[in-house]
């Protein structure tokens, strides 16, 4: 005998929303790769925040040392730009704070030596010497705003920051963007009900859930 199984529809895991035009929200579902990228009901969804990061040179520094190119991009990161300062000049050496795009500083980097709060990087020395306010940048590019499933083991795009709830199916074809619309405040789910990464475990999951709950989201239940 053949097994069919029925598919979740919203009701199933939506137990309370506001006014729809508040709670619900048109989305963009990043295109599909390789495959169709098929997202169901109640799964729980992430944007896209972050892109590359770029490093450079300040024009006009005295010191001609070099940063990393293309800076890892760590969970923590902010798009925007980071400012990193020389504060200790050394012979073959030196000392540079390094400012988030908020302008908080978050740390010290030491020319040679990896640096990896918020980003990856480092600083390399040159034949001429830095001096006190040589300083590089290091911009971090804005993600593209689209949406996927959230996935716990993401990284640094976003995506590992639970933003909603899927409401209806969607498929977005190989190379194609597709229209969605996703739970994303001032809501009641069941959460025995929504969808998980295979991924993530009970610890995970609670987690993920304390996030949607600062969103205005609550889940009655375990995931």
Not at 128 to 150: H, M
Not at 151 to 159: L, P, S, Y
């Amino acid at each position: 005998m053949a097994t069919y199984s029925e598919k979740q529809y919203p009701g199933d895991w939506l137990k309370y929303e506001g006014e729809a035009d508040f709670s619900r929200e048109k989305i963009t579902v990043l295109e599909g790769s390789g495959t169709p990228r098929a997202l169901t009901s109640g799964m729980v969804l992430a944007k896209i925040t972050k892109g590359a990061a770029t490093g450079a040179a300040v024009a006009g520094n005295t010191g001609n040392g070099t940063i990393t190119a293309n800076p890892t991009v760590g969970a923590a990161a902010k798009p925007g730009v980071y400012k990193i300062v020389c504060i200790e000049p050394a012979t073959n050496g030196g000392v540079f704070t390094v400012e988030d795009p908020d302008g908080v500083v978050i740390g010290v980097a030491k020319v040679g030596v990896q640096f990896d709060t918020h980003l990856t990087f480092t600083i390399s020395d040159g034949e001429t010497d830095f001096v006190a306010g040589d300083q590089f940048t290091i911009t971090v590019a804005d993600g593209s705003g689209k949406w996927v499933q959230y996935d716990d083991q993401g990284g640094a795009t976003g995506i590992a920051t639970p933003a909603g709830i899927l409401l209806l199916d969607v498929t977005a074809p190989v190379g194609v963007d597709a229209k969605g619309v996703a739970i994303v405040r001032h809501a009641v789910v069941d959460a025995d009900k929504l969808i998980w990464p295979a991924t993530a475990d009970s610890g995970e999951k609670a987690a993920a859930l304390a996030v949607l709950k600062s969103l205005g989201i609550v889940a009655r239940g375990e995931a």
